[in-house]
């Protein structure tokens, strides 16, 4: 997974990059979200806040396994913390997720303020506002992790495959979102098959635009930073890596 310039020279090429896409699909992952062993499983929530992208996958997974087992603690939400995000902030990960009111970040891994920047579009689809929005995270606030989350039954999805089998336009800007999604349509399925694949291969495309940007790129290579794919599972309420 993965300090290049932000100059105008730049800016060209990562315009190509959103509007081309990379083609190619992965198959689904079933890894936890911290693959780490079983001897090194998450410890309870401490005060210190995560500093590396192992430790921040390691909190998210926790997290997620108290929301999947209806053990939340729903932290980081008292007066005391209220106080004291006034004069700044520090969040361990940020979060590319999905619009749907089924998979809000902070819930699923049972995060509270201040402790996750996140950033959602229908399907995880990039565009400048949401390249600008994770690279401040990243660049400015030197957060170590970037997780691209997709999830089961995703509708944005849905609609690309179909408006891709249809050849039908989509009403308004749900065009572009599916525009965007088509050149990851994992077309050696079919039916709800070429949804699911779809979602599996759209999060990784878009991790890999993701670590593609240069001043991303550039943290990854010197270990400051790791951008991952997961799934959310709305029939279990479990978040995986995709790999």
Request: glycine share 8%; proline share 7%.
């Amino acid at each position: 997974m993965p300090d290049t310039d932000a100059s105008p020279h730049t800016a060209p090429a990562r315009r190509t990059l959103l509007r081309g896409g990379i083609v190619g699909a992965a198959a689904l992952g079933g890894t936890p979200l911290a693959a780490v062993p079983a001897s090194a499983a998450p410890a309870p929530r401490t005060p210190t806040r995560p500093t590396t992208a192992a430790e921040a996958l390691r909190e998210l997974a926790a997290g997620n396994r108290r929301w999947r087992t209806f053990r939340e603690r729903h932290p980081d939400e008292t007066p005391a913390v209220r106080r004291s995000l006034t004069r700044g902030q520090h969040p361990f990960a940020v979060v590319l997720g999905c619009i749907d009111s089924r998979v809000p970040p902070e819930l699923v891994f049972d995060q509270g303020l201040g402790d996750l920047m996140t950033v959602r579009t229908a399907g995880e689809v990039l565009d400048e506002a949401v390249l600008g929005s994770v690279a401040y995270g990243v660049l400015e606030l030197g957060i170590p992790l970037v997780v691209v989350l997709g999830h089961q039954s995703c509708g944005a999805v849905r609609a690309a495959v179909e408006a891709d089998l249809s050849g039908e336009r989509l009403p308004a800007h749900i065009q572009y979102l599916a525009d965007r999604i088509r050149p990851f349509i994992d077309r050696t399925k079919e039916g709800d098959a070429r949804v699911d694949a779809t979602v599996d291969a759209n999060v990784l495309a878009v991790r890999s635009l993701l670590a593609a940007e240069p001043d991303l790129a550039a943290k990854i290579t010197s270990g400051e930073l790791a951008v991952v794919g997961a799934r959310y599972e709305l029939t279990t309420q479990a978040v995986h890596r995709l790999d």
